[in-house]
């Protein structure tokens, strides 16, 4: 067979060009720019190398302000893929060793003769996306999981009827258990009841939760400012992703649950409205503040679980599976439990501000005559002075249990998807080889 020619590599966006110099710049300690689109060295195929890369760099020293003022120099590179057995050896990475994956760049010798470069895979994942379609199969799969739970803990966190306006019978009437609301809810509405207000949850959460992934992969890996790119983001960077993803995400949330908690609330019998009634109904009565009802709570609730969320997550695949941050060699038991406890740990760490919102969202703004709680503040004051502190708990148990199982299914179907998603990149290693540095 004839070899096939070396396909010429354009330079094209932006975006990449940032990346992979800050990528390169960090792993070599010198600042160089590269010219070269990620989605190209994507389409490498086994057939179709080693291809030639052409750049254009400019040596100065480390911490050299004003790098991009030296004079450009010409560089030339191959890339080929190596196995990762090989990737192990060439880069000294001990953890990659195995047929794992290996991640970080090494350069060897000094800019400007031979530098060999890996691109991790990671950092191909990460430019096409992946979380983000990732992600969105995670949050399909938890609300397939979770969301009989989920009504469950909607329905016990609610305050007891009022008998006549502002009087209720708290005192008298103990809230159910968890287990006597699910028979009572079985029995009186059917097995239906608990998957009502699913259908929309399983479109808007597969985009809240794919936006949730796609952020917290960049904001990561941006945050951290470590030279190596050769270890995983650090606990610190992992926590504060999470703490800007939560308040970020809350734009999204914060509407789909006062549709979904309103959706769960209606009892049977009544007409039953569907989401997009429910949104125009909303709509008409009380504009968007209506539809952004309870979104400084969700803020609120969701900004530090988040933080908590990822970095439980983060932390206890390590400890369950030492050294996967970085290989991503995993079980799928580790990943449903580090997913289960992260979601547990996220939920205990704001479960008082869950029920506040669950109230605060599912009062109507215009029945009764007046809405009960007045805002977040006032929620808390009366929901403990009329029914006492451990008001502030109820439902924790299904909230609890839901979340396990919930965040076990987000997680588990998400490092599936984005396995399989990078499957074809992710089994090898691509070497970026200066050939030649022409120097004027
Ligand atoms: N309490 C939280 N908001 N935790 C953060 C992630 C929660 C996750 N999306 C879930 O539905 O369980």
Redesign the pocket.
Known sequence: AVPLPPVPYQPTHAESIRFTHRRTRRASGRPSVFLGSAPALQRVRADREPFSAFGIGTKREAGDPGAFLGRPILLVYTIRSIPPREGARESGDSRGGGGGLVRGWSSSSSFGRTVSMEFWPEFLASSGGHEFVAGGVGGMA?VLAGHPLDTLRIRLQQPPRPVSPGITVARVARPPSAVALLRGILRAEGPGALYRGMGAPLASVAFQ?AMVFQVYAILSRSLDRRMSTSEPPSYTSVALAGVGT?ALQTLILSPVELVKIRLQLEAAGRKRQGPVDMVRDIMRREGLRGIYRGLTVTAL??AP??GV?FWTYEYARERLHPGCRSTGQESLATMLVSGGLA?VA??VC?YPLDVVKSRLQAQTQTHPPSPRYRGVVDCFRKSVREEGLPVLWRGLGTAVAR?FV??GA?FSAYELALRFLVRNNGRQTLVMEEMKCHDH
């Open positions: 938890g939760n939560g609730r969701d679980s988040h969320y979601g996220s939920w704001c979340a919930v965040n987000i």
